[in-house]
């Protein structure tokens, strides 16, 4: 008998339960509750929020569920200044919050698992709000208040993203699959990266927290272990946030601004594969890259997009120069645009500072060519540089070279002689058909050198000015 009272008991509790879960059901699927969640979403966002259901789902454990789910931006840009046109919506097909059970049966609330699917992220909306987020309520948008970060207690301990999408606003689509667990800091301890759709495709990117190193200078610093494959090689490194002394006469209450550090290494990675949909060059990548980015959680992501630095000294293997015939442009000393060239070795040194890109110390050879120069790209991918071409005309025929102003854009570059060598050009073209050509083109350009040293001015047109991009 007493056996049969413990089932009894057992099946009173689980009918109990399911009476209890049904009920709890209903009420989150009413109206009158989903409202009041909008409403309070609306408040913490400063930006309306729509729901279409929240429900009870069981997939695959007891979860709230939020079936579409919409949150409209403002009509503000990333520095908080009103726009004509407001952004596209941030959209989620279904999110689930499944709670900490094991915290539950001690009267604590933790959020376990967020479970999202089918999101959408346009970069427009995510400023957007990030710039509202900054914005002291009831004030206009130009002095931003020191946001604290979020309690860890409140962070969901994993995070899986499921045919998340982000939309550039260049328009272009990338969509991932994503996993995250974080520690009892809050911090990431595991991440891991799937590329689906995009110009990426098939890419993957691993992050792994490693244990605190036993350097009393580096108390604080939090390290992660970077590991991708992209373009049929590999990118991998550490990542490190050290934080900031703090300001003595800053607020109490300022979050910690952290300056980051990297040291990548690259290897065998189709070039084509990193500036999709750009195929200028192509070829294997080996490089080295050092980067440093400020993180102040009180700015806005433009802040921490204009602080990012890179270094990177790289060799490029079985290159391949496309929409520039550089053999064409030296001996026709004059505009090349469309052809390829193909260059046995490619190396030199790329700088980035924000979305501007600058190539120095450039060593290119192919055969009879040679060539040396640096080049700048815009934030509007637009070309500026010069370089200089070296060609051997045959066994014994001596060298000849030119140099060249390289301008266009990052899709559609070209190639032309400077003012003052063309002009040297014509003049030794005039004296010595053919063999004065080359020889007057260098000498023209030293004397446009010389011009320009002597007066302090440029005898050339303007390069396109590097300024940071305007967001």
């Given amino acids: 008998m007493r056996g049969k009272g413990w089932w009894i008991g057992l099946g009173s509790l689980v009918a109990l339960g399911g009476v209890g879960a049904v009920a709890l059901s209903h009420w989150l699927g009413t109206d009158d509750f989903r409202l009041r969640v909008q409403t309070l979403a609306s408040d913490a966002l400063g930006a309306p929020v729509q729901m279409q259901r929240i429900r009870l789902d069981f997939r695959p454990w007891p979860a709230v569920g939020i079936e579409g789910l919409v949150i409209e931006p403002p ?80 962070l969901p301990r994993e995070v899986r993203l499921q045919r998340l999408s982000w939309i550039s606003l260049e328009r272009v689509r990338h969509t991932v699959d994503a996993d995250l667990k974080l520690s009892v800091d809050g911090w990431p301890q595991q991440a891991g990266v799937k590329v689906l759709e995009g110009p990426y495709r098939q890419a993957t990117v691993q992050l792994e927290r490693q244990p605190p190193g036993a350097d009393p200078a580096e108390t604080g610093t939090r390290v992660w272990q970077l590991s991708a494959r992209i373009g ?34 690259t290897r065998q990675v189709e070039l084509s594969a990193l500036t999709v949909p750009s195929r200028t060059l192509t070829g294997r990548l080996q490089a080295t890259t050092a980067l440093s980015a400020r993180v102040d959680p009180a700015a806005g992501t433009d802040v921490l997009l204009r602080s990012l630095r890179t270094q990177t000294r790289f060799q490029i293997d079985d290159a391949v120069l496309h929409g520039i015939d550089l053999a064409k442009a030296v001996t026709t000393v004059g505009l090349s645009r469309g052809g390829e060239t193909s260059l046995d070795t490619l190396a030199g040194q790329v700088n980035t500072r924000g979305a501007a890109i600058e190539l120095q110390n450039l060593v ?61 050009a014509a003049i030794g073209t005039a004296l ?18 010389g011009i320009k040293g002597l007066f302090g001015g440029s005898s050339e047109p303007r390069s396109p000015q590097r300024t940071e991009p305007r967001r």
Avoid at 233 to 241: D, E, I, Q
Avoid at 416 to 423: D, H, Q
């Fill in 75 to 154: 009509a503000m840009n990333a520095a908080g200044r009103k726009t004509r046109q407001a952004p596209d919506p941030v959209t989620v097909g279904r999110a689930a919050l499944q709670p900490d059970y094991a915290a539950l049966l001690g009267g604590r609330f933790r959020l376990s698992v967020l479970h999202v699917d089918d999101a959408v992220l346009p970069q427009g909306a995510l400023l957007a709000l990030s710039a509202l987020a900054q914005r002291p309520r009831g004030t206009e948008p130009s002095a931003p208040e020191a946001d604290t970060l979020p309690d860890a207690a409140l």
């Fill in 232 to 265: 049929g090689g590999t990118v991998g490194g550490p990542l490190r946030w050290t934080p900031l002394p703090a300001d003595p006469a800053g607020s109490a209450d300022r979050p910690t601004v952290w300056q980051v550090q990297g040291d990548l290494v």
């Fill in 364 to 424: 290119a050879t192919s055969g009879v060519l040679a060539a040396t120069g640096d080049v700048a790209i815009a934030p509007s991918r637009a070309l500026s540089g010069r370089v200089r071409v070296d060609m051997t005309r045959g066994a014994g025929g001596g060298a000849m070279g030119v140099p060249l102003a390289l301008g266009g854009t990052l899709d559609d570059p070209s190639v032309t002689l400077t003012r003052s060598a063309l002009l040297g």
């Fill in 432 to 449: 010595m058909p053919g063999v004065g050509t080359s020889a007057g083109a260098n000498l023209g350009d030293r004397l446009g050198e």
